[in-house]
């Protein structure tokens, strides 16, 4: 495991396109809120130019919402599609400069190749967990009042659903990589799925007929989705009176999970038997 | 060049049976090899022959369809394979990372320590650019650093597919040169090549391969003095003719003016035939033995299969 590790972690850390990709992910996960809270705030104060009765001011980073909230915009599809991305990269490349085969060839086994690949996986959504998990500390810490720190842990749950998120997305992207193991073609099919083929489904599932079952709600990449479902803006909320996620539940938990334990073992199976 | 036979007869590497059928192509039709430690062994066949399909299959990249292979008489594993270094068809390295960087996640695989680089860098000739990217390499370098890797930790074997493809005049000598270098050091070599002449020059057993068939395998020397022809003549070149046709092992033969070339069934020292000539009363006043090159042999051996 630990010699696994290591392998991997000589392939990663010199690689230029990581640390952008990387980069890039929390970019635009900073546009991403920046935007929403302009947004929001210049719609409340359109809504309060033509209203007598005052909408309050968003307020994004405040415990304990500010976990739910943070977390909710680092998991949208279009910006949790940059690591997936990523894992895609590091996947195809060892097919595309035949490392694979030398590594197999240099005494690894088919399964310690995965092995290390997931490793991978679980370090970047750990890494990517713990920095989230900082910011997001430090966010609230300077935007809090003092009356608002007896409740600062209250929706820390939303850190480990944000593991499992980001956990599950690369999941689908190992599998992509594995499967499709051509590096345009594998970003392109992983892109085009998740930003409109699983989109149109889910609008097409959704039509009325269908809205008593909530099929839709269980299609892979809306179930890591629905993890964090929506920011939490209270005072807005509430005068809205819109009922907002208070909680990860654990069965939207173990949906995306059970996807996940599927296609690893596929990949699995395939790449067993397939020739490298 | 000549090599010195087997030192003992330990079989580092067994097929038995191997199979692996590509669609309509049969790759490698039912191959039984067996390959010594010690012998520097050539995989011989034009291209698509399935010289290396064999090797993948022995190197776990290629599942066969049929048959089996030993490795230092065991089951074939992930150990097995680290005492096995490879070079199969183009050198596979991380584009981005230095030379020395790749030679870490090669030994890193392998379990074996850092300390060996400097050594197969220094054998390459590749210690200057230890610390460039793999990217920045000639193709000649690039060759001769996957050979570096494959040398890590003294590999009891090294295999080697097609190792002066595409490289410069320049680049084939120094890989030949350094192949026998390590080949001097009693590593066990397995050479798939298409060249005839590389073969010839490197090799001491070779297996000849056509459409995934085994052709013939053997000790190269053996192949190379098959000397089943022998020029004479004889001043009396009737009786000459009378006498060489009464040879046990006389197959045919064609006559110029000047002398006459006897074709035997098998192997034929010059010696005994002039001691036969001799004992018949026949005092040859020329005797050469015309060995046929391997090409010439291979040629025959493609040809008596089609």
């Not at chain 2, 036979?5 to 330990?10: G, V």
């Not at chain 2, 098959?226 to 045919?252: N, Q, Y």
Request: hydrophobic letters at 50%; a positive charge.
């Amino acid at each position: 495991m630990n010699r696994l590790l290591k392998i991997e972690l000589k392939k990663i850390l010199t690689y230029k396109t990581f640390w952008i990709v990387i980069g890039l992910y929390f970019l635009f996960l900073a546009l991403g809120i920046m935007l929403a809270e302009f947004m929001i705030n210049s719609m409340v104060a359109d809504i309060n130019k033509r209203f007598p009765i005052p909408f309050p001011k968003a307020v994004l980073y405040t415990f304990p919402d500010i976990w739910q909230n943070i977390t909710f915009f680092a998991s949208i599809r279009f910006v949790l599609i940059f690591p997936a991305i990523l894992v895609i990269i590091l996947i195809t490349n060892e097919f595309a400069n035949k490392t694979i085969r030398q590594n197999i060839i240099n005494g690894m086994s088919k399964a310690e190749f995965l092995v290390s690949k997931l490793l991978v996986i679980v370090m970047m959504s750990l890494a990517v967990t713990i920095i989230i998990a900082g910011v997001v500390f430090f966010l609230g810490i300077t935007h809090t009042d003092m009356q608002g720190f007896a409740v600062v842990f209250r929706k820390m749950v939303f850190i480990p659903g944000f593991f499992v998120q980001m956990l599950t997305i690369l999941c689908y992207a190992f599998f992509f990589g594995f499967l499709i193991r051509n590096t345009g073609l594998a970003i392109a099919l992983f892109t085009l799925y998740t930003i409109i083929i699983e989109p149109i489904i889910y609008f097409l599932l959704k039509a009325p007929f269908m809205f008593e079952n909530k099929i839709y709600t269980y299609l892979p990449v809306n179930s890591v989705i629905r993890i964090a479902e929506y920011p939490a803006i209270p005072k807005l909320m509430g005068v809205l009176n819109f009922q907002a996620q208070s909680t990860v539940s654990l069965v939207a938990v173990l949906v995306p999970l059970g996807y996940s334990a599927i296609m690893l073992g596929i990949v699995y199976w395939i790449v067993k038997r397939k020739d490298l | 060049m000549t090599r010195p036979p087997q030192q003992n007869m330990e079989t580092i590497l067994t097929i038995n049976g191997l199979s692996k059928r590509y669609g309509k192509i049969q790759a490698v039709r039912n191959l039984e090899v067996g390959i010594g430690r010690g012998a520097v062994f050539g995989i011989l066949g034009p291209n698509g022959s399935g010289k290396s399909t064999t090797l993948g299959m022995v190197l776990d990249l290629v599942t066969p369809d049929s048959g089996s292979f030993e490795w230092f008489g065991q089951k074939p594993s992930k150990e097995s394979r680290k005492r096995i270094g490879a070079v199969i068809e183009t050198p596979n390295f991380y584009p981005y990372l230095s030379a020395e960087m790749n030679l870490r996640i090669v030994a890193d695989i392998k379990g074996y320590g850092h300390d060996d680089i400097d050594r197969v860098l220094e054998t390459v000739s590749l210690s200057e650019r230890r610390h460039s990217k793999f990217k920045t390499f000639s193709f000649g370098m690039r060759q001769r650093l996957a050979v570096a890797s494959a040398m890590l930790g003294n590999p009891e074997v090294l295999i080697l597919d097609e190792p002066t493809n595409g490289l410069d005049p320049q680049g084939i000598a120094q890989m030949r040169e350094i192949i026998l270098k390590v080949a001097a050091e009693g590593i066990t070599i397995i050479l798939a090549s298409h060249l005839l002449d590389e073969v010839q020059k490197i090799c001491s057993h070779v297996v000849v391969l056509s459409k995934g068939k085994k052709l013939f395998s053997g000790p190269v020397d053996k192949v190379l003095a098959v000397s089943d022809c022998i020029e004479v003549a004889a001043a009396d070149r009737t009786r000459l003719a009378e006498v060489i046709a009464a040879h046990p092992k006389f197959k045919s033969m064609t006559t110029t003016d000047e002398i006459c070339l006897a074709y035997f069934t098998s192997d034929v020292r010059p010696a005994d035939i002039n001691t036969f000539m001799h004992e018949k009363g026949i005092v040859l006043s020329h005797l050469a033995e015309r060995k046929r090159s391997l090409e010439q042999h291979f040629l025959a051996l493609l040809q008596e299969n089609q």
